[in-house]
């Protein structure tokens, strides 16, 4: 309990150990703390810089999917309306075609119809005259009842 | 414990007053002896001296390694711990010293650390290195350091030499003399007042020097007490034989409170003093 000269030596040895603290503890670690404090500060900003722009990237990308929908949806319905269209103008065609074939076809059928007549005409009148021949055996002229003949022809 | 040791102290007197004599070396007639300088104001307490240097060489070796090895980066355990200390007591600093001083932190963190650990060594096993010391031929081993008034004080006189150099510097010369004289009462500087004012000054004098050298004695007296007492209670249940083991157990429990509270107060009344000593009033 008495005071003596270790009082002396700890005073000094307290001066040693602080200036060596002073000297090459306390600075270096305080400097690793600010700088890794501003580095987490500069993480963080980047961090909410980053959350910012994926909010942006969201919302455009978002506007982007809406609009293609959008797109999406009226090509649709001008497809459908343009197949509606082509349906039908394939019907009308369709039903033109046939009308068209069918009188020509009913044409033809007459052109036909006529052509046998008149052949149907030419070989009755023949064969009317040829009986009237057989029948009245050469007297009578052909030239002389010609108009007899073909007056009979258009009746039949 | 040691009470039937062979070698050791008979009574339970003896073996409390061993465990508090100090080891010591002093000169005496041009020789250097051992353990016999009752008195002597020469002498050196090697024991507390030898636990006080090396406590503060562990402290350098692990802050110093961790300060060398310290990076921004990702921190190792050992790093991260370290920065916690170091973060905590750049805190303190900063809440209770206003002004710029690169002194007063790594002062403070050195007075923390190292006034913990020679507390610390408050809970190892009172008998453990004294009986260690005897084996090896050491007859007196006192291993806390701030068990011995010496060393307190020491270091109390090294904060009570910055206390007024920061005084000096802060507020000059004339700012620590009247510091000193002009307060708590201030002199009348006309009239006839005149006459009573080298009383005042006398009055103010005797009341200012108290306050100023009670700073440095208190700080170490507080600290020496806190921890003697400690480490007397720990002999004291060293001598209780076998009931020495719950109350022991007990007893470090609670001090490892005491150790940790008197080495921040310590460093925290450095601290404000300092702070006073460099702020205006």
């Known amino acids: 309990m008495d005071i003596n000269m270790t009082l002396i030596g700890q005073t000094i040895a307290m001066i040693v150990f602080v200036w060596f603290c002073m000297k090459f503890i306390w600075p270096p670690l305080m400097n690793a703390i600010e700088e890794r404090q501003t580095q987490i500060a500069d993480g963080l900003a980047a961090a909410e810089r980053g959350q910012q722009s994926l909010e942006k990237a969201k919302a455009e990308a978002e506007k982007i999917i809406g609009d293609a929908r959008k797109q999406a949806t009226s090509i649709l319905d001008q ?59 050469r007297e009578i002229d052909p030239k002389a009842h010609d108009d007899i003949l073909s007056q009979l022809a258009s009746q039949l | 414990m040691a009470t039937e040791g062979g070698h050791g102290p008979a009574t339970s007197g003896e073996y409390i007053s061993h465990h508090l004599q100090n080891l010591q070396v002093c000169r005496v007639e041009g020789e250097w002896v051992w353990n016999q300088c009752a008195g002597n104001p020469y002498a050196i307490n090697v024991d507390s001296m030898f636990f006080s240097i090396l406590l503060g060489v562990i402290f350098a070796w692990i802050f110093g390694s961790a300060a060398r090895k310290a990076s921004a980066g990702k921190p190792g355990k050992m790093q991260a711990f370290v920065e916690l200390v170091v973060d905590f007591i750049d805190s303190s600093v900063k809440d209770t010293f206003h002004g710029t001083s690169k002194l007063i932190a790594p002062l403070a963190l050195t007075i923390f650390v190292w006034v913990f650990f020679m507390n610390l060594m408050d809970l190892i096993p009172v008998d453990w290195l004294p009986e260690l010391g005897l084996l090896l031929g050491v007859p007196y081993l006192k291993v806390v350091p701030t068990t011995d008034v010496n060393i307190t004080f020491g270091m109390s006189i090294a904060v009570f030499c910055l206390i007024i150099f920061y005084t000096v510097k802060n507020k000059g010369v004339t700012g620590f003399i009247s510091e000193l004289t002009l307060h708590p009462i201030a002199p009348p500087t006309k009239g006839l007042g005149l006459i009573a004012a080298p009383l005042i000054i006398a009055f103010n004098f005797i009341l200012e020097s108290v306050a100023l050298l009670a700073k440095p004695l208190s700080l170490s007296l507080r600290l020496f007490g806190n921890m003697f007492a400690g480490e007397l209670i720990f002999i004291l249940i060293a001598i209780l034989g076998i009931w020495q083991l719950p109350l022991h157990f007990a007893w470090a429990v609670f001090h490892i409170l005491i150790v940790t509270l008197q080495a921040f107060i310590f460093m925290m009344l450095t601290i404000v003093y300092l702070s006073l000593a460099s702020e205006e009033h």
């Open chain 1, 79 to 137: 497809a459908h309306a343009r197949a509606n269209e082509i349906v039908a103008e394939g019907k009308a065609d369709g039903v033109k075609e046939r009308e068209r074939q069918l009188a020509a076809a009913r044409s033809e059928v007459e052109q036909e119809v006529n052509r046998a007549r008149e052949e149907l005409r030419g070989q009755v009148s023949a064969i009317a005259v040829a009986s009237a021949e057989k029948i009245l055996q």
